[in-house]
């Protein structure tokens, strides 16, 4: 089901008037089945995001796969080759199997979410994604009863993916989330970005986008999405367990073991930019608190 | 007939020469950064850029008394140049993440106190500065061979530099691993003549 959570920003100039009303409308639906908070609608009224540049989006990348520096992924991600592409969806759904991208972007519904993007390495981001829900992709495929964990995996190309051949982690790039935080209705798969096809560097042709969470459990250009009753393995985590959680949710009370999570700088500020307080769940508290009621979020970082 | 070469070049090459070229960086770096040539997110790229010259200057300084011994090349008179360019580089490096990164005294403070990292590099620049401020000949003159001993510091200084860059890059990362290793394997060069030292 698209268009069961509004973004922060109305963008009521771009959207043609009568498309903006219908949102809204259905919007009203989403409380109504208790979807979204009625907090969360009035947060959405008072405050605007602002996206950042195209070229912000684009030129300051964390994707190890094309290189470590920021400008790497700009720099090389042309090499991948992004069409045709198909994505595996096995484990426990009902209908397994190779699903080509073009046959999943025709099925699916694509809106506009204007999402904050935190990385943890305390920079941040407002982007304008284009996708669609993970929930209507996993649909598709037919959840079965048991699954409890959705398990993602990025493409590994040595000879694509000039990154991959320095062990810098442990390739392919894998993530998870419980079925309940895949399933929520702010989780999207992004395909595209400003309404343009999202670049490479940013994770063509198709990747999570999980607002409330560090920046890297949206795990790029996916190959493969593993349902599963087993909490799957997830790359950073493997890496340095004790710094990267499986869940990373954004928390400003809970310090990175090398730095400050309390702040972040926006990206595209210039060299006199300030800081700005980090926001709970990056500022979707409303939202996706009651996922996390009566876990101690500092033991499950 | 290299060596000669190289010799009588740096005997006519001024040292105020070394600091005019190795100053550069500082105004292009700037320029770049206010300009976007930093790209988009300057302060992070500047911080990094300035910490990166100054451990590349601690290197380079601790390739000059090895590049005499074992090559017989002779630099030495750019020594003192190096280490104060090197102490430069630090303290910028240290003022862009006060000034412009964290903005905060009371967080800087926190972030030296908690951050392994960051109180490994502090550590390093807590260091420097007693050598920075003995590099003039009045002190060379007035230590005698206390300042050899003082400036035997420059040798955990540059192993911790190592390891701060080590310890702040995230996942397995090469360059840092190859600059404790040139840092080492120059220590390692030194360790007989030490040894020997000791012995007597
Ligand atoms: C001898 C002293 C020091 C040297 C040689 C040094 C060197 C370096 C190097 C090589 C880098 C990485 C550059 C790159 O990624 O290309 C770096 C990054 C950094 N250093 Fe230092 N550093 C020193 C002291 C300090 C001090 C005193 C502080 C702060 C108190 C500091 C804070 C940082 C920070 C915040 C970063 C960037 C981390 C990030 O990007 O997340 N350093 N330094």
Redesign the interface.
């Known amino acids: 089901m698209a268009y069961r959570w509004k973004n922060t920003l109305t963008r009521a100039d771009a959207t043609p008037y009568e498309e903006y009303v219908n949102r809204r409308q259905l919007m009203g639906g989403a409380i109504g089945l208790g979807l979204v908070g009625a907090a969360g609608m009035a947060r959405a009224e008072d405050e605007a995001l602002v996206p950042n540049s195209w ?2 989006i684009t ?2 990348n964390n994707f ?1 796969e094309f290189g ?1 520096g ?2 790497d992924p700009a720099k090389n991600a042309h090499m991948l080759t992004t069409e045709p592409w198909t994505v595996v969806i096995d484990g426990m759904v009902d209908a397994p199997g190779d699903y080509s991208m073009a046959q999943i972007m025709e099925t699916m519904t694509i809106e506009e979410r204007i999402y904050r993007l935190r990385c943890v ?1 305390a ?1 941040s981001m407002v982007v304008p994604w284009n996708g669609f829900e993970l929930a209507d992709l996993l649909n598709l495929a037919g959840v079965q009863g048991g699954a409890k964990y959705v398990a993602f995996e990025t493409a590994l190309r040595k000879d694509e993916m000039p990154g991959t051949r ?4 442990d390739w392919p790039y894998v993530e998870g989330l419980r079925l309940d935080e895949a399933m929520h209705p702010l989780t999207i798969m992004a395909t595209g970005i400003y309404g343009k096809p999202i670049p490479n560097q940013n994770g063509a042709p198709m990747r999570l986008v999980v607002p409330w969470k560090y920046g890297f459990k949206s795990i790029k250009s996916i190959v493969r999405i593993t349902l599963t009753d087993q909490e799957p393995p997830t790359a950073w985590n493997k ?2 367990g004790h710094e990267y959680g499986f869940y990373s949710n954004v928390n400003p009370n809970v ?1 990175h073991p ?3 999570q ?2 972040e ?1 926006v ?2 500020g ?6 700005q307080d980090t926001l709970m769940f990056n500022g979707y508290e409303d939202e996706v608190a009651s996922l996390y009621e009566g876990m101690d979020l500092r033991e499950n970082f | 007939m290299l060596i000669d070469g190289i010799n009588s070049v740096a005997r006519k090459v001024p040292t105020w020469a070394v600091y005019i070229v190795y100053l550069i960086p500082v105004p292009v770096l700037l320029y770049q950064g206010m300009t976007g040539g930093l790209g988009r997110e300057p302060i992070n790229a500047l911080e990094r850029e300035l910490g990166e010259i100054a451990l590349q200057l601690l290197v380079i300084g601790l390739c000059i008394s090895p590049l005499r011994k074992f090559a017989g090349v002779n630099v030495i008179k750019f020594r003192r140049a190096i280490g104060l360019l090197a102490f430069t580089y630090v303290v910028l490096h240290l003022l862009v993440w006060a000034v412009l990164d964290i903005q905060s005294l009371e967080r800087v403070w926190a972030d030296i106190i908690k951050r392994p990292y960051i109180t490994i590099g502090m550590a390093a620049f807590v260091m420097m500065i007693p050598l920075a401020v003995t590099s003039n000949n009045r002190s060379v003159r007035a230590l005698g061979a206390a300042w050899r001993k003082l400036h035997l510091l420059t040798y955990p200084v540059a192993i911790l530099a190592a390891v701060h860059f080590i310890w702040l890059s995230k996942g397995f990362q090469l360059e840092p691993l190859v600059y404790l290793t040139v840092i080492l394997g120059l220590l390692a060069l030194r360790v007989p003549a030490l040894l020997r030292k000791v012995a007597v």
Do not use: C, H, N
């Open positions: 070229d912000d030129q300051y190890y470590t920021k400008g390495e920079w320095y062990p810098v982690i890496a340095l310090d090398r730095w400050s309390a702040t700088r990206v595209g210039g060299l006199f930019a300030g800081r």
